[in-house]
């Protein structure tokens, strides 16, 4: 039946029907096929009837067929549309986290160059002065200068664990060696206040060899010592380390450091881990701070699969804890402990020896040569790169300094052209630079050099930096 021919009316139909079934028959035959025919006729009235149900229904179906095409049209213009909105708000996203990464990069640079200036000249006086007096004052503006900073490279760790480029360098350490020198650099701020320092550690755990960042777990350790030791006046700080559980790769550790100090409110227990916040506005005006540090430790204790905490009160002490998930599967061994007192080795093992500084910043160029010849070794100064291998070229030094941005031929290229020189192979070549982002570094062990050291200079780790490379010659 075709579905588009307009079906007879049902009416006359079902009237013919009953006239022919009334009609008075001749005989059962007749009166039997009338009553067939009554049925046939029925049947037909019923499916005329059920073609116009079905009829009407195909209708709709093809309304909604079409309403629905005009919808996935629709949604498919739409679905483009808004994949092609998130693929350029990604790539605005992507360009601004490049952005700010740049930014983030040229900042560090640009205010580390000026205080290695700082520190470095304070660190030149204070090696020549022999006025008591004058050895306090240049301690003094020491003092400030490292405080500065601190202050500068919370700003810049924040940055970086904000804009995802915060990564940790596992290596292999040794759990007491972190801890006794936590002590060592808090030493002094324990003794100036007059209180007691004291460690607690479980037997084997000190000299057990460990995978982690060191680092970055004792930038952790010396936020908390330092502010329990900061915020206490009388009494002492204890730091106890303990080990919570074992698996077969790794260990989870909690450390704790609880003072006698003046406490924190448990209203404030929360919101001293948020960026830019301390427990009391007065206690800014009394102790300093610019309140990063537990902001950056929470941030950092969440890189190493753990936790942090407080428990404290008013008037009553503190106890800081965190977890840390570190490594105990190692690949190889520690090496040796560095010796102590580097610069009395250099000055006596290797005086005279001669080594190359490539440095284009005038002021940095008058810190290194005071501090290389303070050691003993004899010093040759490159302003950039093609200086410098002009000068490899004649003269076999025995270690190269180098810095990463310098006008024409940088660091980087200037290194790799340094390995391809015959006989430069294996010279060291320590990178000294205020680019001191994880994708620096990377990129300056990538490029053949063998230590990155981070500009302000640091006297005691390049002495120690000179002698270790200089020893291996």
């Not at 405080?147 to 904000?162: G, R, T, V």
Request: glycine share 8%; aromatic share 4%; with cysteine.
């Amino acid at each position: 039946m075709n579905p588009e021919a307009t079906p007879p009316s049902v009416a006359p139909l079902r009237q013919r029907a009953e006239e022919q079934l009334l009609r008075q028959p001749k005989s059962q035959s007749e009166f039997d096929a009338l009553r067939l025919l009554h049925e046939l006729q029925v049947h037909q009235v019923e499916l005329l009837m059920q073609n116009e149900a079905l009829q009407q229904s195909e209708a709709q179906a093809r309304e909604a067929l079409a309403d629905l095409t005009e919808l996935q049209a629709s949604m498919e213009a739409r679905i483009v549309e808004r994949t092609a909105e998130l693929a350029a708000a990604r790539q605005a996203a992507d360009a601004a986290n490049r952005s700010k990464s740049s930014f983030l990069s040229n900042m560090s640079h640009e205010l580390r160059t000026p205080m290695n200036g700082v520190l470095g000249m304070i660190d030149l006086s204070l090696l020549a002065a022999t006025d008591a007096r004058q050895v306090e004052w240049l301690g003094t503006a020491r003092r400030c200068g490292v405080q500065l900073l601190a202050m500068i490279n919370d700003i810049l760790d924040l940055s970086k664990i904000e804009a995802g480029h915060m990564d940790l360098d596992l290596a292999a350490f040794e759990l007491g060696s972190v801890l006794q020198l936590t002590s060592d650099l808090l030493a002094p701020q324990v003794a100036a206040a007059g209180l007691r320092f004291s460690l607690e550690l479980p037997p084997g755990l000190a000299t057990r060899q460990l995978m982690g960042d060191s680092h970055r777990l004792q930038q952790i350790l010396l936020n908390l010592a330092g502010n329990a030791v900061k915020f206490t006046d009388k009494g002492g700080v204890h730091l106890a380390v303990a080990v919570v559980e074992e698996a077969r790769d790794d260990a989870l550790l909690r450390f704790e450091v609880t003072d006698t100090g003046i406490g924190i409110a448990p209203q404030d227990h929360v919101r001293i881990f948020a960026s830019f916040e301390q427990a009391d506005a007065s206690v800014s005006r009394r102790y300093g701070g610019t309140g990063l540090g537990l902001a950056i430790c929470k941030r950092l204790v969440a890189l190493m699969g753990g936790e942090i905490g407080v428990r404290s009160a008013l008037g009553a002490g503190s106890s800081f804890w965190f977890t840390a998930r570190l490594g105990t599967r190692l690949p190889t061994s520690l090496p040796a402990a560095q010796a102590v007192d580097a610069l009395a080795q250099l000055r006596s093992g290797f005086a005279g020896v001669r080594i190359l500084l490539v440095e284009d910043n005038p002021v940095s160029q008058q810190v290194l040569r005071g501090l290389v010849v303070a050691a003993g070794l004899e010093l040759d100064v490159a302003a950039d790169g093609a200086a410098a291998l002009a000068r490899a070229r004649d003269v076999d030094y025995a270690l190269i300094l180098m810095d990463l941005h310098m006008p024409g031929l940088g660091g980087i290229e200037t290194t790799a052209r340094l390995r391809s020189m015959p006989g430069r192979e294996r010279t060291p070549v320590i990178a000294l630079t205020a680019s001191v982002f994880d994708q620096d570094r990377q990129r300056c062990l990538a490029a053949g050099m063998c230590q990155h050291l981070a500009k302000p200079v640091d006297p005691p780790l390049l002495y120690a930096a000179l002698l270790r490379w200089l020893g291996r010659g």
